[in-house]
C-alpha cells in the first residue's frame, strides 16, 4: 500500500491549488484521510482531516479557506486550498488509516510530501 500524492507548486497569494492523495495495493478499508503541513523546525501539523463517515477536521488557520473531500469509489482524498497566504507555505504530507487486504488491523500510512509555495 503506498499514498500518491499530487498538485503542489508555486501560486501567489489570494490564488488556489488543489491537492490530491490516492491510496494505492491491495486495499480492505481506508478509515480516515487528511493532510498534514510541516514547516522547517517545527512538528507536522493536521490541516484537515476526513474519516469514512463523512466527519471533518480542520485547522482553524484554513477554516474557511480549506476544503477537503474524498473519492471512495477511487480511494482519493482531496485538499482544495483558496485563499492561499504566505502562512500556508509548507510541505503537505497525505495520511491515511488503511487496512490492507488479510489483515485484522490497520495502520497508518504517510505520501511524500508535495511542495506547496505562497508567495506575497
Avoid: H
Avoid at 2 to 15: E, P, Y
Avoid at 55 to 80: C, E, H, M, P, W
Avoid at 86 to 94: A, I, K, M, Q, S
Amino acid at each position: 500500500v503506498q499514498l500518491q500524492a499530487s498538485g503542489g507548486g508555486l501560486v501567489q497569494a489570494g490564488g488556489c491549488l488543489r491537492l490530491s492523495c490516492a491510496a494505492l495495493g491491495s486495499i480492505f478499508s481506508i478509515n480516515v484521510m487528511g493532510w498534514y503541513r510541516q514547516v522547517p523546525g517545527k512538528q507536522r501539523e493536521l490541516v484537515a482531516s476526513l474519516n469514512n463517515e463523512g466527519g471533518t477536521n480542520y485547522a482553524d488557520s484554513v477554516k474557511g479557506r480549506f476544503t477537503i473531500s474524498r473519492d471512495n469509489a477511487k480511494n482519493t482524498v482531496y485538499l482544495q486550498m483558496n485563499s492561499l497566504k504566505p502562512e500556508d507555505t509548507g510541505v503537505f504530507y497525505c495520511n491515511a488509516w488503511i487496512t490492507e487486504r488479510g489483515r485484522l488491523r490497520g495502520m497508518a500510512y504517510w505520501g511524500e510530501g508535495t511542495q506547496v509555495t505562497v508567495s506575497s
